[in-house]
């Protein structure tokens, strides 16, 4: 690592030497379909990986884009493989959750989970999170702490963005939710 991008690291506002510590989380997997084996690693990725997870996670997933200036992207890494990812982003009146996916070999493994724990642990303390569920995964955000709102709770560039991306929510089958800072997991 280079002592720019050390500096970069540090001089970030979500960047202290104590959140450096606690953004790394550790488990053993067993193989994968796919051959490929070593630890799971759950972390937030740095600004230069964030092309890796267009690539090599999102491709399968709407093809997402991320955004440096207001995304921090949390990954998951098995022996140096990028096999998910979650993302939160900052808009001007509220903080978004999406791009929380986990390529299909590596599901049933707790990855999400382990995804959403740290993305909430270091986004959801202080701020608000909104997000557009699947209607088929309201029961895991709400394990989270997060409820059903209406269309018009969102804030308002949250619902732009997402129907100027995707459409009208009813076609969608989707559902907004909200999580207070703070709230509890269930």
Not at 53 to 70: I, L, T
Not at 109 to 132: N, S
Request: proline share 3%; charged share 25%; glycine share 10%.
């Amino acid at each position: 690592m280079s002592l720019l991008t050390l500096q970069s690291i540090v001089a970030g506002d979500s960047w202290t030497i104590e959140g450096l510590k606690k953004r790394f989380l550790q488990t053993h997997v067993a193989q994968a379909s796919t051959g490929i084996e070593g630890r799971l690693e759950i972390r937030e990725l740095f600004p230069h990986e964030f092309l890796r997870v267009e690539n090599e996670v999102w491709s399968h997933y709407h093809d997402q884009k991320a955004h440096p200036g207001s995304d921090r992207i949390f990954g998951a890494l098995i022996g140096g493989y990028l096999v998910g990812a979650a993302r939160c982003s900052k808009h001007p009146d509220g903080y978004d959750v999406d791009g929380v996916f986990v390529l299909s070999e590596y599901r049933g493994r707790g990855i999400a989970r382990k995804l959403m724990d740290l993305l909430i642990r270091e986004c959801g303390e202080q701020e608000t999170l909104y997000m557009h569920s699947r209607t088929e995964l309201i029961d895991f955000y709400a394990s989270f702490g997060f409820c059903l709102i209406s269309e018009r709770e969102l804030p308002k560039t949250i619902r732009d963005r997402f129907i100027f991306h995707s459409g009208e929510l009813e076609t969608l089958e989707v559902t907004p939710m909200k999580r207070e800072p703070g709230r509890a997991r269930v």
